[in-house]
Each structure stands twice: as structure tokens, then as C-alpha cells.
């Protein structure tokens, strides 16, 4: 059977997400016990005017579960403080990529005769 990219990203994801768990345990038979990583999602817009992408790692896996049955993907609107809007349409697999990568450079819909690249990150700290 081959497999498709989604599931050969679903397969990365796995570790990333199981990274995000505890995985130490104090003694034999007890729980693990470890203080769980800040998890950071950032987001770099290219000659920036006021947009914002605003993200939290809740946030970011609840768009990964409500992807994966919208096959057209998830826009998500960067306006921020600018006095226009742009869209940036994020796929299933898009979403996967930056939970595996932990980065993702996507450019903006075109609207009142520009874009932007916006690159996302999710950082562990």
C-alpha cells in the first residue's frame, strides 16, 4: 500500500505532538512528571502595515482538526490594525507541514495591488 503525503505528514506529526507531552517519569510506576514546554506560535508579515496574524498552539490544532474535512483549506484574515484585510488560505497539509517543520512561509491574497509573505512558526521554549 503507498502512502499518500497526508498520511506520511500525519506519521511526522505523531512525534511533534507526542513532544509536547510529558515524558519523564520521577520513579518506576509513577506518572510523568515534567513541566510542559511554552509553546509559542509567531508570525513574520513582510512590509507590514498593521497586519497581525494572531495564533496559539489551542488554536492552531483546532484549524488542523476542522482542515482536514475542508479539502479548499482555512482563511484565516491577517487585517490586524491596517485598514484593509488579506487573506492567508492555510491546507490540511499546510498545517501539518508547520506542526512538523515548525515553520510555514505563505503569501497573502492580493488586495489593493499587493500581498504579503507571511511566515508562521511555532516555537518550543
Known amino acids: 500500500m503507498r502512502t499518500n503525503r497526508r ?7 505523531a512525534p511533534v505532538l507526542l513532544g509536547l507531552l510529558p515524558r519523564f517519569a520521577k520513579a518506576e510506576g509513577e506518572p510523568p512528571v515534567c513541566p510542559a ?3 509559542t506560535v509567531e508570525a513574520d508579515i513582510s512590509s507590514n502595515h498593521r497586519h497581525e496574524l494572531l495564533l496559539t498552539i ?7 482538526r476542522e482542515s482536514a474535512t475542508r479539502p479548499e ?6 487585517q490586524g490594525g491596517s485598514g484593509h484585510g488579506h487573506l492567508v488560505t492555510l491546507t490540511h497539509e499546510q498545517l501539518l507541514e508547520l506542526l512538523v517543520t515548525g515553520s510555514l512561509a505563505k503569501e497573502s491574497s492580493l ?3 499587493h500581498s504579503h509573505l507571511v511566515t508562521i512558526q511555532v516555537l518550543l521554549q
Open 73 to 78: 483549506g482555512i482563511a484565516l484574515d491577517i
Open 37 to 39: 514546554p511554552e509553546v
Open 111 to 113: 488586495e489593493f495591488g
Open 7 to 13: 498520511q506520511a505528514l500525519g506519521v511526522l506529526a
Open 58 to 64: 489551542k488554536s492552531l490544532l483546532e484549524l488542523l
